[in-house]
Structure formats: C-alpha cells, structure tokens
C-alpha cells in the first residue's frame, strides 16, 4: 500500500498542473505582501495632517449621535451587528498602521480560498485525466483491488493538497511577520492568525477531496468545474431570491460556504430574513444566526465521507474502459 501511495504521489507531483497552480498561489501570496506593506508601514505626517481634522471631526459627531444613528436603523429593520455604530479608530482614518492581525488574517483567507480553487481543479483534472485518457483501466491491470487503488488515490491528494497549503500558508504567514518586523510593528494576535491558517490546510485537503469524488463520479474535469460553477450560481440565486421568499435565506445554515467559513474562523455568524408583524403590517427584517465551530466541522465531515463513500461504490462497479 506505501509504494502504491507512492507511485500515485509521484504521479500526482510530476504533473505540469500542480506545478502551475503552486506557482500561481505563491504568486498571489507573494502580491499580496504589497498590501501589507502598505497596510502596517506608518503613515506619512502629510497623511496624517490630511486626514487628523477629518477624524476629529467625525469622532465628536459619533459622541453626540452614535447612540441615535444605532436606534434609527434597529428601527428601520436593520440588524444589531449591521446597525452597530462602532468607535472610531485612527487606524480607521489612516492615522495609524494596520494592527498584524487584521492584514494577516485577510491574507489568510485569500490564500485559503486560492488554495482550496486549486486543490479542488487539481484533484478533479487528476482523476479527470485517467478515465479521458483511458489511463485508469491500464492501471487497474497492474494492482486489480480497486478498493486499494481508491484509497492510495484520496490518501496521496490528501496529502499532496496538505503540502500545497502548508507550503504556500507558511509563505504567506511568514512572509507578513517578515513585513511587519520590517517596518517596526509588533505581530499582535500572530497565534490567532497562525490557527486561522492551520484550519485553511484542512479546508485545503477537503477541497481537494470534494473536487476528486465529483470528478470520480462525473468521469469528466469540465463536469467538476462545472458543478462548482452550478453551485455559485445555485447560490447566488438562492441570495437574489430569499428577499421575495424569506423563508429560503434559512437555508444559509445548510449552504456548504457558510459551513467552510464557520470552520475557518473557528465560528460564524450570518444573517437570514424573516417577515414580522407590526403595527404597520407586515415587514421584512434581518435576524443574526450563530453557526459554530463544531458544527461546522461535523457537518463538513459528514459531507466529505458521504462523498467518499458513495464515489468509491461507484468506482467499485463502474465500467472504466
């Protein structure tokens, strides 16, 4: 079973795709550090002369009328987190540098989602490309116990998925500390961002998984982006019409994004729509909904051995000639 592992990692790295999406990740982490450079260097003192009245000023309006604007909008329909007024930072008006862990942790989750594209495109164009080519059944006459031929597959994506994003998260994190020391900032709140990180590798393996049993499934590469495709805009369908049918926005829990989001930042909380009765009649408004950690990872995890599962039923009974 190790050397068939092995062989499917060997085959899996040596393909010309893996190096071009690993190049192209490492690429938008290593753009991206222009963003923070800019983010935490400390500002010029015409910067700081140009924008200190306009700060001032809008501090002493959110002292006389924060609370106020805060009611009008509950008011209005409008939900607590959307309506909350908070105090204004100099950070905010370019005053002071970016705290570390606000660039660090957008950062993160560009990777994360760059990452987790390409683990998904990789993993369904690898298995895509053996059933196209015929390369599969020619396989499967060297080791015929499918089920061994399956699992060394998942295993050696899973575990080439997980080196992609450890290499490419470890750039991207370290390559944001490395600015930030730069330019003299401190790395505040570095051990949440190093979890956030930590937790997209998962997000990774799982991408790739998902992009791999679709593909298995389908027998086709376009089939799988696709059906990725599909979803975006299954769901930004469901988004347009949820505010004439309130109801659907509950399906937001259910949505494999808010899942993976959830999951990400260790927690999530999302808003869905729902008509009240009111003295005027009836209204529309937001309610805040709170998804968990936990229950994003059972649910995740659900899903992807679900998709395992009946992927390798398939495989066990498919005709792949």
């Known amino acids: 079973m190790i050397r068939l592992i092995g062989a499917e990692l060997n085959r899996l790295l040596s393909r010309r795709l893996t190096l071009i999406l690993t190049l192209a990740v490492i690429a938008i982490v290593g ?23 306009g700060y001032e000023d809008y501090r002493k309006d959110w002292e006389a009328n924060h609370d106020a604007w805060e009611q009008a909008c509950l008011d209005d329909g409008g939900a607590a987190d959307e309506c909350a007024q908070p105090e204004p930072t100099e950070a905010d ?36 490309a053996e059933y196209s080519t015929g390369s599969l059944g020619n396989w499967l006459t060297f080791v015929p116990r499918r089920e061994k ?62 992009g791999f049993c679709v593909a298995m499934l389908t027998r086709h590469t376009v089939a799988a982006l696709g059906a990725l495709l599909g979803y975006g805009l299954l769901v930004l369908g469901l ?51 709170s998804l968990g950690f936990g229950a994003a990872s059972a649910y995740l995890a659900i899903i992807g051995l679900a998709l395992l599962s009946v992927a390798l039923l398939v495989f066990r009974r498919r005709d792949v000639t």
């Open 31 to 53: 753009v991206f550090q222009l963003a923070v450079v800019q983010s935490v260097s400390p500002p010029s003192a015409a910067e700081v002369a140009d924008a200190r009245q």
């Open 239 to 289: 988004y347009v019409v949820s505010f004439a049918v309130p109801v659907l926005s509950s399906l937001k829990r259910w949505q494999l994004e808010t899942n993976v989001v959830a999951f990400l930042m260790h927690g999530y909380q999302y808003q869905v729509i729902r008509r009240v009765v009111t003295e005027q009649g009836v209204d529309v408004e937001g309610a805040i909904r």
């Open 93 to 128: 008006w370019g005053l002071a540098p970016t705290p570390f862990n606000e660039i660090a942790q957008a950062g993160v989750t560009i990777w994360v989602v760059m990452a987790m594209l390409s683990a998904y495109l990789l993993a369904a164009s690898s298995i895509g």
């Open 149 to 210: 031929v399956y699992a060394a597959k998942v295993v050696a994506l899973a575990l080439g998925s997980a080196a992609l994003a450890a290499l490419t998260g470890l750039l991207m994190v370290g390559a944001a500390s490395i600015v930030t020391l730069a330019v003299g900032q401190p790395l505040t709140g570095f051990g949440a961002v190093v979890e956030t990180a930590a937790r997209g590798i998962a997000l990774v393996v799982f991408a790739a998984i998902l």
